[in-house]
């Protein structure tokens, strides 16, 4: 598409199209899987980033430094990363002996610059410069939040133990102590968006926590952007046991406040070695049986082939797991497809 100049004899200049923006709400590794595909398009993306992480380094860090959990900060931070591979190798590095044991250098740098720059924000900022990122990394809240969740009579602290506690049935009330107050910059980035994801990821740790944070539910449902909601492969026995597509959009719909536009989800089923392995903890892959009613559905073949193998977080018995991922190429061009989006010559 061309436009003229007013004068005649006028060369003809390209009109170029705005890139859209797309907000991706969550944090971990789903949010890390769905930057990093995204980036391979001409988009402006901004990851918002849930802030109750206390297991593992991230926690550690928080209790004997008192700084703002970096764990899930510098995953997306790593995944927008434009510097070269040894620098991305650098951050996601964790130490395996020493008084270090299980810190990822990453969490180390992000938690110096948050105690030299004076802020958690600046110390984002300042890491993003270093690593040259393409698109922005926003923490959610700047207060020091805690995931608290009533399970039964009991009342259970901290995101990690949450993770680990049976919810299914007898999960009261999740909140937020205390209730953290929406980063301005991430209100802005809802407002601004053209497109806002939520997920995929780890239900009660890493998406739920976003919607917690006081006005940040209402700021994505007055957006004019499009809302989508990419479900999780697999179901938590302990806390998803048994959940459907349409369970999924439920639950997340009740944490928002109000539906999504389109629901993204996997419809092929993995190999049947690995889905034994889940079985034997009561996971299971999620359903596409039961779908949500009223809402744009794409249905994809999402799944990684090559499984993931991952170590447990500091703290917890030193056994890999093998893990079904998204396919980041694949669940990133689903997204592109609903958005008419070309990806980068």
Request: aromatic share 6%; proline share 5%.
């Amino acid at each position: 598409m061309f436009t003229w100049g007013v004068n005649a004899g006028t060369m003809p200049r390209m009109s170029k199209k705005p890139r859209k923006n797309i907000v991706v709400i969550g944090g971990g590794t789903g949010t890390f899987t769905i930057l990093s595909g995204l980036k391979r398009y001409p988009v402006d993306l901004t990851a918002i980033v849930a802030m109750s992480d206390s297991g593992g380094s991230t926690g550690m860090l928080r209790d004997e430094l008192g700084v703002l959990p970096p764990g899930d900060v510098v995953r997306c931070l790593v995944a927008l990363s434009e510097s070269d591979t040894l620098m991305r190798k650098l951050m996601d590095y964790r130490f395996d002996s020493g008084n270090l044991k299980g810190h990822r250098f990453g969490n180390l740098l992000l938690s110096a610059l948050e105690k030299t720059a004076g802020s958690f924000d600046e110390a984002v900022e300042k890491a993003s410069e270093i690593l040259r990122l393409d698109g922005r990394v926003i923490p959610v809240t700047l207060d020091k939040v805690n995931l608290m969740a009533q399970v039964g009579t009991d009342i259970i602290r901290g995101e990690e133990q949450i993770q680990m506690a049976k919810l299914n049935g007898s999960l009261k009330h999740i909140w937020l102590e205390p209730v953290g107050r929406a980063n301005p910059k991430a209100l802005k980035a809802l407002r601004d968006a053209d497109a806002i994801i939520i997920g995929p990821g780890n239900f009660y740790a890493s998406l739920v926590p976003n919607l917690l944070v006081r006005k940040i539910p209402e700021t994505i449902l007055k957006s004019k952007a499009e809302k989508i909601f990419v479900c999780n492969l697999m179901t938590k026995v302990e806390h998803t046991k048994d959940y459907t597509v349409a369970d999924y959009t439920a639950a997340i719909e009740k944490y928002l406040g109000g539906p999504v536009d389109t629901v993204i989800y996997n419809n092929t089923t993995p190999d049947a070695s690995v889905l034994k392995r889940y079985a034997r903890e009561g996971d299971t892959l999620t359903s596409w049986k039961d779908l949500p009613k009223g809402r744009k559905l794409v249905g994809a073949d999402l799944v990684a082939k090559r499984m993931v193998r991952m170590a447990s977080k500091i703290g917890t018995p030193a056994v890999e797991s093998s893990l079904v991922r998204h396919d980041s190429a694949r669940l990133a061009a689903t997204v592109a497809k609903i958005l008419n989006i070309k990806p980068k010559r």
